[in-house]
């Protein structure tokens, strides 16, 4: 880990490629997720994408019961499948206590979530069945076209989890169904880890707030409201710093603020131009690097590396003495790129998630890619996934600023670095949001 001087930066040779980048990041990542974060508890209905801290246990057999999963008719496999009439001689709503045995020879009425007699090995459905006989004296015969198997349209007693089971480990980071499934437990609080805290740092003395008109030649900070929304996807707690200016005594007193944090996100001023101050300012704030500079487009300035922390918290686990920091190139196609291969483990370990790495999947090229060899490409595309298979074509766009393509986009086709074109047709990665 040495600073690379800034004339030799953006040389491409002399920078890591992709996977050496990655594996690097990785390596930190594992390092960071060693350490324990602090537990809170939470209501069930805040648990939305924090990170669990204690396994999920079921509290009981799920189902409770062996359950119906049909409208229909209990009944014994073998006998409903003779084609041969059998009595109702008994009815069970959801809710209803389980109504004993069903005895030999006849059919038991049963409805969807409703526990099915002992001695039921069967569901056979309303539709599947001809209704014979009276009201008083009811029975069942199935279409003769049909057969039914055991097992069919019950869900035995524990066949989903058996008590105590452990149905979701810690550092799951929680999701919709996971809540369901608390519920379904009884858990109306979760334990979960504490977020890590992430200070993002927009540098440039065009950027001004939001909030504000630009100027003729200035623009809106749009890039730390986008990292802000993805640290939150990825479990961390952002922490949107003003911004700084590209002077060493701005950058220098946003660092000193910043180190408070776990993970420091910085963007803009990390290029080879005259005001690309931050790897300096960094240097002089105590900062070693992992690497400054990546054989990919968008994205190739972009710095990771580590500096003292302030942040210490209670707990003789919790002890935090280095802050990683990324200096992510200023475009905010570039920034959320780098971001998604390379924070957003970072933040995940911080977060104690046990998963850690972006999210690949494979797709289908709908349209000829051309690129130019010598960098991995990550470039903004849009996948549908109506079709047997998910289809992908790039988005045409104006280069790593154009944020209105990166928008109309849901995902970056990933162009491996020997490559100059991706012929239509052909099996491509694509990087996922
Ligand atoms: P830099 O990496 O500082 O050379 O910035 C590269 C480009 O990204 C410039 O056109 C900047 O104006 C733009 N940029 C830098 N930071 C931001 C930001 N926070 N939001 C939007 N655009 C930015
Ligand atoms: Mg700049």
């Given at each position: ?159 989903q989890a058996r ?143 580590e500096m003292p ?61 051309k690129t130019k ?61």
């Amino acid at each position: 880990m040495s600073p690379v001087s800034r004339s030799t930066k953006l040389s491409s040779p002399a920078l890591p490629s992709f996977d050496d980048a990655s594996a690097q990041v990785a390596a930190c990542a594992a390092k960071v997720a060693r350490i324990r974060p602090g537990i809170e508890r939470v209501r069930l209905n805040q648990a939305l994408g924090r990170v669990l801290a204690e396994p999920l246990r079921a509290d009981a057999d799920q189902p409770p019961f062996a359950r119906s999963t049909r409208d229909g008719f209990a009944c014994r496999a073998a006998e409903i499948s003779a084609h041969r009439p059998l009595p109702v001689v008994g009815s069970t709503r959801a809710g209803q206590s389980p109504s004993g045995s069903l005895p030999r020879g006849s059919a038991w009425e049963i409805m969807t979530g409703a526990p099915v007699p002992f001695g039921t090995d069967a569901v056979v459905m309303l539709e599947h069945i001809e209704e014979l006989g009276s009201l008083s004296a009811r029975a069942i015969l199935l279409e003769p076209s049909r057969n039914i198997l055991k097992g069919e349209n019950i869900v035995a007693r524990g066949a989903q989890a058996r008590k105590g089971d452990r149905l979701l480990p810690a550092g799951t980071q929680i999701t919709a169904a996971q809540i369901a499934l608390a519920a379904s437990c009884g858990s109306t609080k979760l334990d979960v880890f504490l977020k890590p805290r992430v200070a993002i740092l927009s540098t440039g003395n065009e950027l001004v707030s939001i909030r504000s008109s630009p100027g003729p030649s200035q623009i809106r900070n749009s890039s730390s409201a986008m990292l802000a929304a993805m640290v939150s996807a990825a479990g961390g707690d952002p922490w949107i710093l003003p911004i700084a200016r590209d002077t060493a005594q701005s950058l220098d007193a946003a660092l000193a603020r910043a180190a408070a944090a776990d993970l420091l996100l910085i963007t803009g001023g990390v290029s080879a131009g005259k005001f690309d101050l931050v790897e300096p300012a960094l240097i002089r704030a105590g900062a070693r690097f992992h690497f400054t500079g990546v054989r990919i487009q968008p994205g190739k300035p972009l710095v990771f590396g580590e500096m003292p922390s302030r942040s210490i918290k209670a707990g003789p686990k919790l002890r935090r003495t280095k802050c990683c920091i990324f200096g992510l190139p200023g475009n905010p196609v570039s920034s959320a790129v780098t971001f998604l291969l390379f924070a957003t483990p970072v933040v995940a370990a911080l977060a104690g998630r046990r998963e850690l790495d972006p999210r690949f999947a494979l797709a289908r090229l709908a349209e000829e890619a051309k690129t130019k060899a010598g960098l991995t490409r990550f470039l903004p595309a849009a996948c549908t996934f109506a079709g047997p298979i998910p289809e992908v074509v790039l988005v045409p766009w104006q280069g790593s600023g154009d944020l209105a393509a990166m928008a109309r986009a849901n995902c970056f086709l990933v162009v491996p670095e020997d490559a100059d074109r991706l012929c239509a047709g052909s099996t491509v990665r694509i990087l996922l949001p």
